[in-house]
């Protein structure tokens, strides 16, 4: 039985992306010009870039054994596969991206009821059709090979669906958003079958817990100071932690050192309240991984 993990990176957009998260976990990824095998220092594992799109389907059909791709593309294969963790990363920001049905700003449709007849344009196609019909909802759905803003802009489609994080580029085109269909974001998922063979199972699991390790480092910083005796309890009750600070005397003193891991977006606000409460020598540094 052969125990190599064949694993798929997302070839595209969320290729960087992916591969930083995977250095921040522990594996170096590289990548050389025109090569879709990329090197990895695993040698449990190879690699093969491959699009977010066809992913799931070239692990349904055991071509790779696991890979990343987005929520949104199982949806659109109905692959049958095994969703192994939700990673929310992206090469915008750290959040879900959503599937949207925009139109043109000054357009009469207000709703995606009023979009009856009419034709959509779009490359998630398969789970457009679902969704309109599921809906009671006829309308035409084409394929759209890239630049969709466009379409609607030049008179080829009613209105498109298309993927955002922050709307800038439909805005940018003149169009505005009447509907979120969905909200997308990557997922690492499995073959059946490898995740049946035990070594296989272990080693996908310790990708996943890595990878989610590094995207909670990602919100997190850690935090150590200097308190006096008198104001340690005070310093204390101010210090969100994951379970509670670490606290340790310092040699032949009355003074103590706490250390916390804390949320990044507290800091500015946390910081100048220690320091207003007697903590000093306060260092703040990053994280690789929480778990």
């Known amino acids: 039985m052969n125990d190599i993990l064949k694993l798929g990176i997302p070839k595209g957009s969320l290729q960087q992306a992916t591969i930083e998260l995977f250095k921040r976990s522990g594996w170096k990824i590289t990548v050389s010009d025109r090569n879709y095998f990329p090197d990895i220092n ?6 093969a870039l491959c699009r977010a799109q066809e992913m799931a389907i070239n ?9 990343l791709t987005g929520k949104d ?37 207000k709703t995606i009821k009023d979009l009856n007849g009419k034709k959509i344009s779009t490359e998630l196609m398969k789970y457009t059709k679902r969704y309109f019909t599921e809906r009671g909802i006829d309308v035409n759905v084409e394929f759209s090979w890239g630049a969709t803003e466009a379409k609607v802009v030049s008179g080829l489609a009613d209105a498109i669906v298309e993927i955002t994080e922050t709307e800038s580029t439909i805005k940018a085109h003149g169009l505005r958003v009447i509907h979120e269909m969905m909200q997308t974001n990557t997922q690492l998922i499995a073959n059946h079958e490898a995740w049946k063979n035990p070594k296989k199972r272990e080693k996908i699991e310790q990708i996943a817990l890595l990878l989610k390790g590094a995207l909670a480092a990602d919100k997190m910083v850690g935090l150590k100071m200097n308190v006096p005796d008198s104001r340690l309890e005070k310093i204390v009750s101010l210090l969100p932690s994951l379970n509670a600070p670490t606290v340790s005397s310092l040699y032949q003193s009355s003074w103590f050192s706490v250390e ?16 207003k409460h007697g903590a000093e020598g306060i260092i703040e540094y990053s994280l690789n991984k929480v778990i």
Not at 42 to 47: M, N
């Open 59 to 67: 692990v349904e059909n055991g071509s790779l054994d696991a890979g």
């Open 260 to 275: 916390t891991v804390v949320n990044s977006s507290t800091v500015r606000d946390l910081i100048p309240e220690l320091m």
């Open 42 to 47: 695993d040698d449990t594992i190879t690699c």
């Open 73 to 109: 593309w199982i949806a659109e294969n109905s692959s049958d596969v095994n969703v192994v963790a939700d990673l929310v990363y992206s090469k915008v920001s750290a959040r879900p991206a959503r599937w949207v049905v925009a139109v043109a700003y000054d357009s009469p449709v």
